[in-house]
């Protein structure tokens, strides 16, 4: 049965943004700096939000670089019933032929993510991002685009010399949330996102803001203005749901997935008819789910 909530019409979610790992089975570097988050984050551990979230998307976890396919093969054997689809690790830069042949070959792939957020803009190779964003294209895989507020900038001007790739913004490009819509930096976050929003095929995820705040109450304050300006921005029909479980219930100032949920709609204004969108339309006909 349907979850209900916001409002007396049945509401389920397909959740676009979720992770799952195993440091026993991964090299996961960078849990090392993350000490409120387990070692070990599995499909029975996630929230669902009382059955709200009924399918998920996968989203690859930063294990080593070398360990791309071997993760987005462990998660496929999974026992994972609400697993709608893979977004897999893979070095865009490398535009690696054979791997996106391997990682197409899982039914349950269905785009790549090479986070960008710990490299400088400088060392981008730009070219060679926009080749293997002309691969994807072609092979009719998404991108997931993982990168900070102060980086939307070169990523519009990569995303533009491939404007038939289809690629998601996760996070909202991770506003400064502490600061707000109107600082200086809350500006320049709005300008960048609306130039990415101008791509024919570009979308958004509403997630991982929790995460990014560290002041509880300038995350009250000002999570809802970067919300509303994502989705007038992108618009419902662009727009996707994700809870960034479990970063972003552990890290940040952390949230549950029905507090997060709850703060959309109420941030957004939604409408059924977006809202349908928001929870599940627009996630489904991104990743083709």
Known sequence: MAARGLGDRAVTLLDSHVHVWDAAVFDYPWLDTAPALPRQALPDDIDRADGLSTRMIFVEADRARDQGLLEAQWVDATAWPELAGIVAFADLAASDARLFDELSAIDRVVGVRHPLQNAPTHTWDVPALAAGLHELARRGLTFDACVRHTQLAALAELLE????????????????????????????????VRRIAALPHAHVKLSGLAAEARDAAAYGQHADAFLAAGVDAFGADRAMIGSDWPVSARTGVGTTLTDWVTRIRHATGASDAEWVLLTEGTAATFYGV
């Open 161 to 192: 010399r491939a404007p038939e790739a289809h690629i998601v913004l996760d996070h909202l490009g991770k506003p400064p949330i502490d600061a707000g819509l109107d600082s200086a930096a809350g500006r320049a976050w709005h300008d960048a």
